[in-house]
């Protein structure tokens, strides 16, 4: 009785599962680098901290729900390369967005700002969307077990809200982040759009995975030098 319960659940427990678990857990947080970055300088367009860590809050929880439906559909998702198309040309115009607009002038930061949280939510929200149909694809590879995709899928988000919440305290101490983030993501569109061109050019994921970390090292590389006050030399009154 319990087997035939276990089998219509597709529950399907076995030494490889805990294996098979770590695993896409991994590649959920080694993948999740470049996205928290992205995510992280998202928040940043609202200039408060306090407002960034809501609406990074807010954001990743919609996302969490569109995580779990895209992996819930990837079967039908993969069937249409349009959704990667999409993905690839937003984050594209993201990296566009972010290396042709200005900086400010009392910071290194490139890209929109927003007014309120609601106005950053769906941005961050589609964001990790737009990833998602990277990471879930090589999830899927991983394993075709549902319920083992969902378990890494929701470690992974909590990862993404940890990971999101340093990268917003390293983007304002470290000069190169921010760019180094959006190259990745520049990686990981293409990556999509290459996809959509020939699945036979898209490069394997331990490549991926070495130029992610190569980019990264030149962005925490450099930190960022903050000036201190000059004393100015007392005046000497003269009588």
Known sequence: MLDRIFDYLHFQFSVEAPIVLLILVFLEAVLSADNAIALAAIAQGLEDKELERRALNYGLIIAYVLRISLILTAT??????????????????????HFTSEETQDEHHHGPRFNSVL???????????????????????????????????????????????LFIRWLDEYANLEDAGY???ALVGLRLLLRVINNDLVPP?????????????????KRTVIASPQLEPEKTEVK
């Open 119 to 165: 106005q950053a939510i769906p941005i961050i929200a589609f964001t990790d969307l737009a990833f998602s149909l990277d990471s879930v694809t090589t999830a899927i590879a991983v394993s075709q077990e549902k319920w083992l995709v969902l378990t890494g899928a929701t470690i992974g988000i909590i990862t993404l809200r940890f990971m999101a919440g």
């Open 183 to 185: 190259m990745t993501v």
């Open 205 to 221: 994921e331990w490549l991926m995975i070495s130029a992610i970390a190569l980019i990264l090292a030149w962005g925490f590389s």
């Open 76 to 97: 039908w998702v993969q069937n249409f390369w349009q959704f990667e198309l999409l993905g690839a040309a937003y984050l594209l115009w993201l990296v566009f967005q």
